[in-house]
C-alpha cells in the first residue's frame, strides 16, 4: 500500500486567510450560539477557570453531582478533567476586563464569557480539517462545502 502525499493545490488557504477563516467563524458560533450561562456540569468547569484566574486554585464552591463528597481539605473539586475548565480561561480573563470597565456588566457578561473557549476551539477545528482537505488534494469547493459540513457538526 503506498502513503497518501498531498497534492498542490490551486487555491491555498494561507496562515493570513486561515486567521480571517477562524474569526468569521468564531463570531459565527459566537452569534448563534447560548445566550445562558453554564449549566449542570459547565457550571464546575468555568467555576474552575474562574478559581485559577481569581484565586491559583483549583477549589469550587458548586458541587456537580450534587452529592459529590468533599475532596482534600473538605474542599470541593470538579470533576471534570482540568483540560475542559481551563479552556474558558480567556473568557474568564475577558469578562473580568469587561467588568473593570462597566461594573455593572457583572451577570450579563456570564453568558457571553462562558461560549468564548468552546466557539474558539470550534473556530480552530474547523480550520485544521480546511487544512487537512487542502493536503489531501480537495478542490476549493469541495474544501468549502466540507469546512461548512463540519462547522455544523461542532
Known amino acids: ?3 497518501i502525499t498531498p497534492i498542490n493545490p490551486r487555491f491555498v488557504l494561507t496562515r493570513r486567510a486561515a486567521f480571517l477563516l477562524g474569526g468569521v467563524l468564531f463570531c459565527f458560533f459566537m452569534l448563534t450560539g ?3 450561562r453554564p449549566w449542570a456540569d459547565g457550571t ?3 467555576e474552575v477557570a474562574e478559581a485559577v484566574v481569581n484565586r491559583g486554585q483549583l477549589n469550587i464552591a ?3 453531582p450534587e452529592d459529590l463528597h468533599p ?3 473538605g474542599k470541593t473539586f470538579a470533576i471534570a478533567p482540568l483540560l475542559q475548565s481551563l479552556q474558558h480561561v480567556p473568557g474568564v480573563l475577558t469578562r473580568k476586563l ?3 470597565i462597566w461594573p455593572g456588566t457583572h451577570e450579563l457578561s456570564l453568558p457571553f ?3 468564548m473557549g468552546p466557539a474558539a476551539l470550534g473556530a480552530a477545528a474547523v480550520v485544521v480539517f480546511v ?3 487542502q493536503w489531501l488534494g480537495l478542490g476549493l469547493g469541495g474544501r468549502l462545502c466540507s469546512g461548512a459540513a463540519f462547522a455544523g457538526s461542532t
Open 1 to 3: 500500500m503506498t502513503p
Open 34 to 36: 447560548s445566550r445562558e
Open 44 to 46: 464546575p468547569m468555568f
Open 62 to 64: 458548586t458541587p456537580w
Open 71 to 73: 475532596g482534600r481539605g
Open 98 to 100: 469587561l467588568v473593570k
Open 113 to 115: 464569557a462562558a461560549h
Open 131 to 133: 487544512w487537512l482537505c
